[in-house]
């Protein structure tokens, strides 16, 4: 019988945080993990119902992109090995998303261990305007609500009410499968970070709306594969960080490249990726001076 979801979850070296209740049919691509990840699935969760040993770190989408000829569910959820997945949750997306067509994607309100709101899953494609506003002059952490400066993240909407949004975050992305084929899936160009946000994109080219609905939520620990919370610190090597944190910078530049160089003047766009480059370079020497 054909499952109506396929969950797809992406496992790095996240073996203590895999541990969780999932039903339907679920997929997990491991990208090369070295703590057991794949060995504690198949002896304490039978029931998955493919594990994929890639053997190496292909990145976010390429792992997740694996998973394509496996996944027969009508809807797909990428949801992140990070996260943990309250009774209702699932449900209460899915009938969203059948009784919208127009809707696209979807996800749910994401919390922190603390309580406390992760704010990317909501997020505004990024723009001269809004990447100088985000990324430089940090306005939106001191004007949290105002509409003119936290565009990005969104923050000038309650956090509790369901909105169009621009982008989703990877952890809880929820779609069509026929959406998915349409589109391609996940631009492989991108190894770590970005991938969700151009798929958001490619998506709502489509004519699709995109969703935020916080009516359910799930837990989000963030970070575990990137060596970010000290559930995972110990399984990541200072190489990898570097790698890890310099790839979200090289998938901002991919997505002005790609999505946003025509919308604006060329000595406009030049400059965005001198800024770029400067982030670069100060995440660079921040991670040296951290030691971590």
Not at 47 to 57: F, Q, R, S, Y
Not at 150 to 157: E, V
Not at 223 to 235: H, L, P, T
């Amino acid at each position: 019988m054909k499952p109506k979801l396929s969950i797809i979850i992406l496992s790095y070296n996240t073996k203590l945080l895999l541990r969780g209740e999932i039903s339907f049919e679920v997929i997990i691509p491991d990208n090369g993990s070295s703590d057991g990840s794949i060995d504690m699935v198949k002896k304490e969760f039978p029931w998955v119902k493919k594990v994929i040993d890639i053997g190496e770190n292909l990145g976010f989408a390429k792992g997740n992109n694996i998973a394509r000829p496996f996944s027969r569910g009508e809807y797909i959820l990428f949801l992140n090995s990070d996260t943990l997945v309250p009774r209702g949750t699932l449900k209460g997306v899915i009938e969203y998303l059948s009784k919208h067509k127009e809707v696209g994607a979807i996800t749910c309100k994401l919390v922190m261990p603390d309580g406390g709101l992760d704010k990317d899953a909501r997020r505004s494609f990024i723009s001269p305007w809004i990447g100088f506003v985000h990324l430089f002059l940090r306005l939106d952490r001191l004007f949290p609500k105002s509409k003119l400066f936290a565009k990005y993240w969104y923050g000038y909407i309650s956090a509790d009410k369901t909105h169009e949004i621009d982008a989703l975050q990877g952890a809880f992305f929820l779609t069509r499968k026929e959406i998915l084929d349409r589109v391609g899936w996940f631009d492989e160009d991108y190894f770590l970070d970005g991938e969700d946000i151009d798929l958001s994109w490619k998506i709502k080219n489509l004519g699709y709306k995109n969703v935020y609905y916080p009516k359910v939520h799930v837990i989000h620990i963030k970070g575990a594969a990137k060596g970010k919370n000290k559930i995972s610190e110990k399984g990541v090597t200072f190489k990898n960080k570097l790698k890890y944190r310099m790839a979200g910078v090289n998938s901002m530049e991919i997505f002005v490249r790609k999505r946003i160089w025509n919308q604006y003047s060329l000595p406009l766009m030049l400059l965005v990726l001198f800024g770029i480059k400067i982030i670069k370079g100060v995440r660079l020497i921040k991670l040296l001076l951290s030691g971590q």
